[in-house]
T-cell receptor, first 116, second 112 residues
Framework: EAGVVQSPRYKIIEKKQPVAFWCNPISGHNTLYWYRQNLGQGPELLIRYENEEAVDDSQLPKDRFSAERLKGVDSTLKIQPAELGDSAVYLC??????????????FGEGSRLTVL | RKEVEQDPGPFNVPEGATVAFNCTYSNSASQSFFWYRQDCRKEPKLLMSVYSSGNEDGRFTAQLNRASQYISLLIRDSKLSDSATYLCVVNPYSGGYQKVTFGTGTKLQVIP
């Protein structure tokens, strides 16, 4: 079974440029998460989707970040314009059961962003 | 106070040693707890769940202390391959959705 797929794996841009990350979750997983992980820190939730509905975007910096999950499958996370402090690894994860307490999130390999 | 706090380490231990990590959480209503493992430049992966009665998986033992609001992970007979960052994860299970919160992680380095 294919895991969570993310692209691009690496992205280097100059500040003020836009950037987009794409995620394809595991088939059948209706919950999708975007996390940001800074060096030496744990992942921090940006947004969580249940199917196509964003049910928790309280930590998403909405002035420059946007996300969408059309048709409740693939998702895109966009930053426009990027700032130096946005350099991080952006992790997408999915889980199989909405509202469950299993706690098992399946992560993609992440998209490493460097803003110069 | 952070929702989930861990000692960042690093913990440098010799092969064969026993090492323990603690993690404290602030939300007393938290319902479920987990340990994840993250290798260098890799994604986090579930290591084990933490049950109220404590649970063991081979050389790994997880404990939960609800009264003091902490969970622990004990690794016995450490192997070189155990070198990684261990992330404590708490799920308050609020409103029927998963609000999974990660700690900052504790780095373990097992030395030959």
């Amino acid at each position: 079974e294919a895991g969570v797929v993310q692209s691009p794996r690496y992205k280097i841009i100059e500040k003020k440029q836009p950037v987009a990350f794409w995620c394809n979750p595991i088939s059948g997983h209706n919950t999708l998460y975007w996390y940001r992980q800074n060096l030496g820190q744990g992942p921090e939730l940006l947004i969580r989707y249940e199917n196509e509905e964003a049910v928790d975007d309280s930590q998403l910096p909405k002035d420059r970040f946007s996300a969408e999950r059309l048709k409740g499958v693939d998702s895109t996370l966009k930053i426009q314009p990027a700032e130096l402090g946005d350099s991080a690894v952006y992790l997408c994860a999915s889980s199989p059961v909405a509202g469950a307490v299993t706690g098992e999130l399946f992560f993609g390999e992440g998209s490493r962003l460097t803003v110069l | 106070r952070k929702e989930v706090e861990q000692d960042p380490g690093p913990f440098n231990v010799p092969e064969g040693a026993t090492v323990a990590f603690n993690c404290t959480y602030s939300n007393s209503a938290s319902q479920s707890f987990f340990w994840y493992r993250q290798d260098c430049r890799k994604e986090p992966k579930l290591l084990m769940s933490v049950y109220s009665s404590g649970n063991e998986d081979g050389r790994f033992t997880a404990q939960l202390n609800r009264a003091s609001q902490y969970i622990s992970l004990l690794i016995r007979d450490s192997k070189l391959s155990d070198s990684a960052t261990y992330l404590c994860v708490v799920n308050p299970y609020s409103g029927g959705y998963q609000k999974v919160t990660f700690g900052t992680g504790t780095k373990l380095q097992v030395i030959p």
